[in-house]
């Protein structure tokens, strides 16, 4: 089964994209977690979930140098979680 596609109805709503990569975590399906957060980041849609399960999908990958950069990234963003909340997921 291929990737769900976020539906077009609201492309330009986080909400929908948020909750299907925090789905697809859930079931340990990686690539279509960075499928789904690529769709969102084409729609130019941002939100501090969207952040965090990006953050989360890197921890899970192993990649430090992208986990730094998005906690460096996050840090200078008004109304987001302290980098420190989701350093500790780890």
């Given amino acids: 089964m291929g990737p769900i596609r976020c539906p077009l109805i609201y492309p330009n709503d986080q909400d929908?994209?948020?909750t299907l990569a925090r789905v697809y975590l859930c079931?340990?399906?990686?690539?279509?977690?960075?499928?789904?957060l690529r769709q969102a980041q084409a729609h130019n849609?941002?939100?501090?979930?969207?952040?965090?399960?990006?953050?989360?999908l890197t921890f899970l990958q192993n990649d430090t140098d992208e986990?730094?950069?998005l906690s460096a990234s996050s840090a200078s963003k008004?109304?987001?979680e302290?980098?420190?909340?989701?350093?500790?997921?780890e």
Wanted: negative net charge.
């Fill in 82 to 89: 302290s980098v420190d909340t989701w350093e500790a997921w």
């Fill in 27 to 36: 079931l340990d399906r990686l690539p279509e977690v960075d499928e789904v």
């Fill in 45 to 56: 849609v941002e939100g501090e979930n969207l952040r965090l399960y990006r953050y989360q």
């Fill in 16 to 18: 929908g994209y948020s």
């Fill in 78 to 80: 008004a109304g987001t």
């Fill in 67 to 69: 986990m730094g950069r």
